[in-house]
Structures are given as structure tokens and as C-alpha cells.
T-cell receptor, first 113, second 114 residues
């Protein structure tokens, strides 16, 4: 059974608008969450992370929100740009160690000019 | 070369062949990882090495054999694979396994087993 779920395989957004990518998890022991971005023919690249002691972390156009009671996190991209088109993976770990990451299946974001 | 490199980028092999995947990191990291990404499945962690010692082995079949000769190099030796082993194999590294550091991924090797 999947511990990290990204229920939307794809998302299409207009350039300049907000992109919201969602992720749900089942393991209440997870205490560190990350988002990775992957372009075709490249490996995933780290985007942003959040510890369970926070409910929000912001880095430029990217903000991650964590709702521990709902076991839900989301990635907001504002404003969306065509270069943001990629597959986004949510990942989680236990004990603050990034060594053992559990990944979701990914959401493919398409930002249309 | 910078970051994490993987060779070959594409590999086609028969079920009776023996081949090896190579990963090299130029980041001075102490931990290296092998992941498998199958179609429509999440990334699955296969092996972890920390300071050249294996620290994690997630029930991977013995037809996959990792080797870490030093902290910069990681190999995945393949023998008598099955068609269902066809996948993207990703290597990653991080500063340290036991503390919180992001992982840096290579571009992957696309493996097809015929």
C-alpha cells in the first residue's frame, strides 16, 4: 500500500496563474517532506522541503504547505511559467533523515503560454 | 564533470547477459543510493551506501548486486534479469545518510531486458 499518494497524474495551468500540486500521506511518523522536479531525460532535482514542526515554507515562487492533521501537503507555484512544466514528486521520510525517502508517483504539470 | 553522472544512459540486455551500471558523484558526498523507477510506479529505493558501507537493502532480488569501491563510485551489477526488471535506474548521492540533506540525482539508465 502506498504511503505517499499523488492522486492527480497530471495538471494543466495557464502561464501566470497559480499551480497547486497535492500530496497525501498515511504514515503519521513522517516528519520531513520534500518536493522534487523532473524534466524528461534528467534525474529529479530537489525543489523545496518542509519539516513537520512548520506548516509553511517559502522559496521564491514556490511555497509548500503542510497540514499534519489532514496528512496533506501541497506545493504552490506562483506565477506559473512554461519552464515549470515537468513531473513533480512528493517524498517523505521518518526521523528527519533524508536517507530513506518514500516517493509518490508524481504529477505531470503543463504550463501553457 | 559536475554533479552525479551515470553510464550508460540506455542499455538493452538479454536475460542471460551480465552487465553493470555505473554511477559517479563529483560532490564530495558520503552517501549514495540506487533507485528503480518502473512505469506508473513511485521511485523505489534499492540500496544505500554510507561511507562505502551498505546501510539499506530493501528486499532486492539477488540478481541485482551493488558495489561501492569508494565514496565517489557506485555500481549495480546485473545478471539473469527478467523482463519485469526493465525500468529507469537512478543513482543519487547526499552529504550524509543519517542527517537531513537533500539527494542529488543522476540522469538515470534506461534498462530494457529482452
Amino acid at each position: 500500500d502506498q504511503q505517499v499518494k499523488q492522486n492527480s497524474p497530471s495538471l494543466s495551468v495557464q502561464e501566470g496563474r497559480i499551480s497547486i500540486l497535492n500530496c497525501d500521506y498515511t504514515n503519521s511518523m513522517f516528519d520531513y517532506f520534500l518536493w522534487y522536479k523532473k524534466y524528461p531525460a534528467e534525474g529529479p532535482t530537489f525543489l523545496i522541503s518542509i519539516s513537520s514542526i512548520k506548516d509553511k515554507n517559502e522559496d521564491g515562487r514556490f511555497t509548500v504547505f503542510l497540514n499534519k492533521s489532514a496528512k496533506h501537503l501541497s506545493l504552490h507555484i506562483v506565477p506559473s511559467q512554461p519552464g515549470d512544466s515537468a513531473v513533480y514528486f512528493c517524498a517523505a521520510s521518518v526521523g528527519g533523515s533524508q536517507g530513506n525517502l518514500i516517493f509518490g508517483k508524481g504529477t505531470k504539470l503543463s504550463v501553457k503560454p | 564533470e559536475t554533479g552525479v553522472t551515470q553510464t550508460p544512459r540506455h542499455l538493452v540486455m538479454g536475460m542471460t547477459n551480465k552487465k553493470s551500471l555505473k554511477c559517479e558523484q563529483h560532490l564530495g558526498h558520503n552517501a549514495m543510493y540506487w533507485y528503480k523507477q518502473s512505469a506508473k510506479k513511485p521511485l523505489e529505493l534499492m540500496f544505500v551506501y554510507s561511507l562505502e558501507e551498505r546501510v539499506e537493502n530493501n528486499s532486492v532480488p539477488s540478481r541485482f548486486s551493488p558495489e561501492c569501491p569508494n565514496s565517489s563510485h557506485l555500481f549495480l551489477h546485473l545478471h539473469t534479469l527478467q523482463p519485469e526488471d526493465s525500468a529507469l535506474y537512478l543513482c543519487a548521492s547526499s552529504q550524509d545518510f543519517f542527517r537531513g540533506y537533500e539527494q542529488y540525482f543522476g540522469p538515470g539508465t534506461r534498462l530494457t531486458v529482452t
